[in-house]
């Protein structure tokens, strides 16, 4: 009987031990992986950010194929690209990512009301919800805005001097750091070479 606290004592050392090397142990164990397009950490997976690259350059050219309607529903003015750069965004689910946006304008001169009304009509053809703004302090200009879930932003400006526009594509989500070192090897290094990201074509 004179031994039995010993062995309690001994005994309940054990148990502590292996209670506490399994605590270490599950503490060392990896966490599941997660879906890497839910921004798990596994998102900057090489094969990961490749594919969505991949899924921003279809972006772009969606992108492009949609301003081409715009311009053509407008009329036979004559457009100039003024650049086309990469922007952070949130896609409609709350994700961080990346997606385009594209300005293009013409200096010819539109019908400012029937221009507006012929994007506005385009624009919610497409599942789009548009928007009309005017300015007391920019009489006779008249901005048109639409968006989407899921990272599209469009805007048509027009007034006496031609008429704009500026769209985002689709947000891709996905780590933006790694997207960028994907998309621009020869330029990636400093976040100033971000914002200004050569031409898409």
């Not at 690209?81 to 965004?89: W, Y």
């Amino acid at each position: 009987m004179s031994y039995e606290p010993k062995t309690r004592t001994v005994t309940s050392c054990i148990l502590g031990a292996l209670v506490g090397a399994a605590m270490a142990m599950s503490a060392c164990t990896p966490a599941a992986t997660e879906n890497p397009m839910t921004g798990s950490s596994s998102s900057s997976d090489p094969a990961t950010v490749k594919a969505q690259v991949e899924q921003l350059k279809q972006a772009l050219a969606d992108l492009h194929a949609f301003k081409t309607e715009t311009q053509q529903a407008i009329g036979p003015q004559k457009w100039v690209d003024k650049g086309t750069r990469n922007m952070d965004c949130r896609t409609s689910d709350g994700q961080d990512g990346v997606n385009y946006s594209i300005l293009t304008q013409t200096p010819d001169p539109v019908d400012l009301e029937a221009s507006v009304s012929v994007v506005r009509a385009f624009w919610e053809s497409k599942g789009f919800t548009t928007r009309t703004e005017t300015n007391p302090r920019e009489p006779g200009l008249i901005r048109l805005y639409a968006n989407e879930n899921g990272g599209h932003l469009l805007s048509y400006f027009a007034n006496i001097k031609g008429s704009g526009l500026e769209m985002n594509s689709a947000c891709v989500a996905g780590d933006q750091t790694a997207i960028y070192k994907e998309l621009y090897p020869e330029i990636y290094g400093t976040p100033s070479s971000l914002g200004s990201s050569p031409s898409a074509n």
